[in-house]
């Protein structure tokens, strides 16, 4: 069974930087791409950044050039770091593991979520 268990998320002030992990289970994560996506408040669900197996990143237009997407592939975790973090960053952080089998269609995993609230 796959698992993917988020951690980092708090409060954080205006203009600072924080740091995410995922830490994945089972044998996926050499053939999947993943990604962090987040949801606010009455809002949809919105890309963040990802990274396939291959080393692509991909970042969402809001968070261009503020944030990356370092991959550990020894410890099967990604990280998302992000800076002058603002109050429309708010929201529940998830991670998104996609499994790229040899056989089928992708495979969707997801964490639990963790908050981050940008607050002074």
């Known amino acids: 069974q796959v698992q993917l268990v988020e951690s980092g998320g708090g409060l954080v002030q205006p203009g600072g930087s924080l740091r995410l992990s995922c830490a994945a289970s089972?044998?996926?994560?050499?053939?999947?791409?993943m990604g962090w996506y987040r949801q606010a408040p009455g809002k949809e669900r919105e890309l963040v950044a990802a990274?396939?197996?291959?080393?692509?990143?991909n970042y969402g237009e809001s968070v261009k050039g503020r944030s990356t997407i370092p991959r550990d592939n020894d410890k099967k975790t990604i990280y998302l770091n992000m800076n002058s973090l603002k109050p429309e960053d708010t929201a529940v952080y998830y991670c998104?593991?996609?499994?790229?089998?040899?056989?089928?269609?992708?495979?969707?995993?997801w964490g639990q979520g963790t908050q981050v609230t940008v607050s002074s």
């Open positions: 998104n593991a996609r499994y790229s089998g040899y056989y089928g269609p992708p495979e969707d995993y």
């Open positions: 990274i396939s197996s291959g080393g692509r990143t």
């Open positions: 089972g044998s996926i994560f050499s053939r999947s791409t």
